[in-house]
């Protein structure tokens, strides 16, 4: 995938090093242990190793970050950016993130009426919106991708070939547009893929894959 390269070298990085203070006020950082942000409070950039980021009902935070843990955000919370490095990542319902969200090695749900401005990405793991948006496409290599009724993606999907010592080229990543869902933008598959697409969903062009059609809410 074009822009995780730059994740792993962040994984890399930190887990070598120490976590260093940075400049926005209300940052926390934290080495082996999970951080808590209230519901309704605000902080900066939230990071951890070892350990999860939640961040809770309508509270706001700048970035969220972990290496070996998950991040949570809660119904109708704000971020501009979310991304770990082996584990899950969570959006709550109306919830709402400006840039990117990224994983390695972990699922992606976005919950009804989530929303993400940037890219949406992993290498390994589920990608499952219910009735969410994301406006700067989705890329995987060995996710399912499952695109949920009434959901809406811009920017296309794209599903890359495994390449160098990330190869997990042993299994068929399946692709679901589900009812209703909108998918604009080019879904490219540089792999082998199923997928399967709702007889009322709307998709752009297709490259690399066959279109198996269905009917009712799910194949």
Same mark, same amino acid.
């Not at 540089?190 to 297709?206: C, D, H, M, T």
């Given at each position: 995938?074009?822009?995780?390269?730059a994740?792993?070298?962040?994984? =890399?990085? #930190?887990?070598?090093? $120490?976590?260093?203070?940075?400049?926005?006020?209300?940052d926390?950082?934290?080495?082996?242990?999970? *951080?808590?942000?209230?519901?309704?409070?605000?902080?900066g950039?939230?990071?951890?190793? +070892?350990?999860?980021?939640? %961040?809770?009902?309508?509270?706001?935070?700048?970035?969220?970050s972990?290496?070996?843990?998950?991040?949570?955000?809660?119904?109708?919370?704000?971020?501009? @950016?979310?991304?770990?490095v082996?584990? =899950?990542? #969570?959006?709550? =319902?109306?919830s709402?993130?400006?840039?990117?969200?990224?994983?390695?090695?972990g699922? !992606?749900?976005?919950? @009804?009426?989530?929303?993400?401005?940037?890219?949406?990405? +992993?290498?390994?793991?589920?990608?499952?919106?219910?009735?969410?948006?994301?406006?700067?496409? !989705?890329?995987? *290599?060995d996710?399912? %991708?499952?695109?949920?009724? +009434?959901?809406?993606?811009?920017?296309?999907?794209?599903v890359? @070939? $495994?390449?160098?010592?990330?190869?997990? +080229?042993?299994?068929?990543?399946? !692709?679901?547009?589900?009812?209703?869902?909108v998918?604009?933008? #080019?879904?490219?598959?540089?792999?082998?893929?199923?997928?399967?697409?709702?007889?009322?969903?709307?998709?752009?062009?297709? @490259?690399g894959?066959?279109?198996?059609?269905?009917?009712?809410d799910?194949?």
């Amino acid at each position: 995938m074009r822009r995780l390269p730059a994740i792993f070298m962040l994984a =890399a990085l #930190t887990a070598g090093l $120490p976590l260093l203070a940075s400049a926005h006020q209300g940052d926390i950082d934290k080495v082996n242990g999970s *951080v808590q942000v209230e519901a309704g409070q605000q902080a900066g950039d939230v990071s951890t190793v +070892n350990g999860a980021v939640r %961040v809770g009902n309508g509270a706001t935070v700048e970035k969220a970050s972990t290496v070996n843990g998950a991040v949570e955000l809660g119904d109708h919370a704000q971020a501009s @950016k979310l991304g770990t490095v082996n584990g =899950a990542i #969570t959006l709550g =319902a109306a919830s709402k993130v400006s840039g990117e969200v990224s994983a390695v090695n972990g699922r !992606i749900h976005l919950a @009804k009426a989530a929303e993400v401005g940037g890219k949406l990405g +992993n290498v390994n793991g589920a990608i499952v919106l219910d009735e969410a948006h994301v406006a700067g496409g !989705i890329e995987t *290599v060995d996710g399912d %991708v499952t695109i949920g009724a +009434n959901s809406r993606v811009e920017g296309g999907i794209l599903v890359d @070939k $495994p390449s160098g010592w990330f190869h997990f +080229n042993r299994r068929t990543p399946v !692709i679901v547009i589900g009812p209703h869902a909108v998918v604009q933008g #080019t879904l490219e598959f540089r792999r082998e893929v199923v997928l399967k697409v709702s007889n009322s969903a709307q998709i752009g062009p297709v @490259k690399g894959a066959t279109v198996e059609k269905f009917s009712g809410d799910s194949p």
